[in-house]
């Protein structure tokens, strides 16, 4: 079975970390991971300090293993759920949306281990130098907040740019891609939208039945006229924002049209008004099955694909 620096670090089996989706990575689904033997991580969203700790503490009631918190830095409550996250002693933080160098000396004091979300190789060594215990090279393939070069880009030239253990993500949905990202000098894998068809997983059945019917075109990216480029399925609500943006709407108004667009789809599943975060590997995703099941299926499907390396050289 593959092990490898990043499972003593965290405490872990297996190296893969459950993304940090918003609105969807509650405390339920971060235990179902953490006791299938990665990493579970509760996602802070927009939420406040308190709706956060709610689901912290319900992940604790259901595992005795390490698991994470999730902070959205360009959160209003960024401030009060860092904080929080230093008072619950958390295990470890992942961060996104932002740089989370304020916090870092706080965390770092409270016992936490730092993962920083980097998306450039210049964030990557602000993070290095400040103490982060690890890295997340994540490409623009994820579903959420992207940057602009993909995995296969970024991933070498993180793990280049530091001596850390740097983690993958975006595009990674079965074991070729943990083989991948393995083969690009990745330590571990961070998954998100393979996880949306985990039982486990609470969001609409409407939300579900699209994420396995996706196909490879599947997904869309808008936002970046407000600097937030965001990928999500390619819905009513992600085609009219998207020309919305071309229009003569102004930055307030295109602001305000998205406004609890990520709560509408995951608890209500509405076409029209919510935004359906997703990664490109929707198309990969195929079935429900218990979280569990999916860490040793990314894990499991790894191993003959790096075994099976050496026939191509000779």
Known sequence: MIKTVLCDLLGIEYPVLQGG???????????????????GIVAAGNGSAERTREQVRIARSLTDKP???????????????????????????????????????MWKDAGIRVIPVVASVAMAKLMTRLGASALIAEGGESGGHVGELTTMVLLPL?????????????????????????????????VGTRFLSAEECSIHPT???????????????????????????RTSFARDYAK?????????????????????????GDLEKGCFLAGQTAAMVHKVQPAAEIVRELIEGAEPVLRGATQWVK
């Open 244 to 268: 919305a943006e071309y229009s003569g709407m102004t930055d307030e108004e295109l602001s305000g049209r998205a406004s609890g667009a990520f709560p509408t789809a995951v608890r209500d």
């Open 21 to 39: 989706m918003a609105w969807i990575a509650d405390g339920r689904l971060a235990a179902a991971v953490s006791e299938g033997g990665g990493l």
């Open 67 to 105: 698991f994470g918190l999730n902070i959205m830095l360009m959160s209003p409550h960024a401030d009060e759920v860092a904080q929080m996250a230093a008072e619950e002693h958390i295990a470890v933080v992942t961060t996104g949306a932002g740089n989370p160098s304020k916090y870092m000396a």
């Open 158 to 190: 993180v793990c280049d740019a530091t001596n850390l253990p740097v983690i993958g993500a975006g595009g990674i949905a079965d074991g070729r891609g943990v083989a991948a990202a393995f083969m690009l000098g990745a330590c571990g894998v961070q």
């Open 207 to 233: 939300y579900r039945e699209k994420i396995l019917k996706a196909n490879d075109l599947c997904t869309m990216v808008t936002g970046k006229r407000l600097g937030h480029p965001v990928r999500s399925l």
